[in-house]
């Protein structure tokens, strides 16, 4: 089956521009992960959704950052007024929930952020 | 958010060599521990689950230490598309799963 799927691939963009991100999960997976990685830098967790809810967002590292999912299905990732320090790779994975975490998330590849 | 601290290397061996790194955690309340593997400009990629009773998988062996709060990968005989960054993960209990920021490898000729 697919795994999943991440739009745009690479989106290069002026600062102070609104960009929209899209994550299409793997089917059933009730579990959604958003991650940001600078270049050579670890993964640093973003927001999580258990369902169409997101219980902990608070890896979200300004308001300009926002996130929703619906139909327990899509996520989009909203970075508003955009700044140079959000350029990075923003990785969005998923998992089955059988018990909090207890699943392997898979990842999609990911959208390369540059702003200008 | 609970710590889990992964030695960054990088960790520079020759083809053939046996590698072995450890990732130690924080939350002795933790149940799910994975490892991945992340190549340059990649996404991460499930390389194994970690059970208690650890798990081998071809030339991988994953190993749990409950009492000493960590998890280990070992690799042997290298080969040159082993070089790349593990990352191991840990989760379950009350917080959301935690990725270290992985050690690199480097597998040379």
């Known amino acids: 089956g697919a795994g999943v799927s991440q739009s745009p691939s690479n989106k290069v963009t002026e600062k102070g521009k609104d960009v929209e991100l899209r994550c299409d999960p793997i089917?059933?997976?009730?579990?959604l992960y958003w991650y940001r990685q600078r270049l050579g830098q670890g993964l640093e967790f973003l927001i999580y959704?258990?369902?169409?809810?997101?219980?902990?967002k608070s890896g979200l590292p300004s308001d300009r950052f926002s996130a929703e999912r619906t139909g327990e299905s899509v996520s989009t990732l909203t970075i508003q007024r955009t700044q140079q320090e959000d350029s990075a790779v923003y990785l969005c994975?998923?998992?089955?929930?059988?018990?909090?975490?207890?699943?392997?998330?898979?990842f999609g590849d990911g959208t390369r952020l540059s702003i200008l | 958010r609970k710590e889990v601290e992964q030695d960054p290397g990088p960790f520079n061996v020759p083809e053939g060599a046996t590698v072995a790194f450890n990732c130690t955690y924080s939350?002795?309340?933790?149940?799910?521990f994975f490892w991945y593997r992340q190549d340059c400009r990649k996404e991460p990629k499930l390389l194994m689950s970690?059970?208690?009773s650890g798990n081998e998988d071809g030339r991988f062996t994953a190993q749990l230490n409950r009492a000493s709060q960590y998890i280990s990968l070992l690799i042997r005989d290298s080969k040159l598309s082993d070089s790349a960054t593990y990352l191991c993960?840990?989760?379950?209990?009350?917080?959301?799963?935690?990725f270290g920021r992985g050690t690199s490898l480097i597998v040379h000729p």
């Open positions: 089917s059933g997976h009730t579990a």
């Open positions: 939350n002795s309340a933790s149940q799910s």
């Open positions: 994975a998923s998992s089955f929930s059988g018990g909090f975490g207890n699943q392997p998330q898979h």
């Open positions: 959704f258990q369902g169409n809810s997101a219980p902990d």
């Open positions: 993960v840990v989760g379950g209990g009350s917080y959301i799963p935690t």
């Open positions: 970690v059970y208690s």
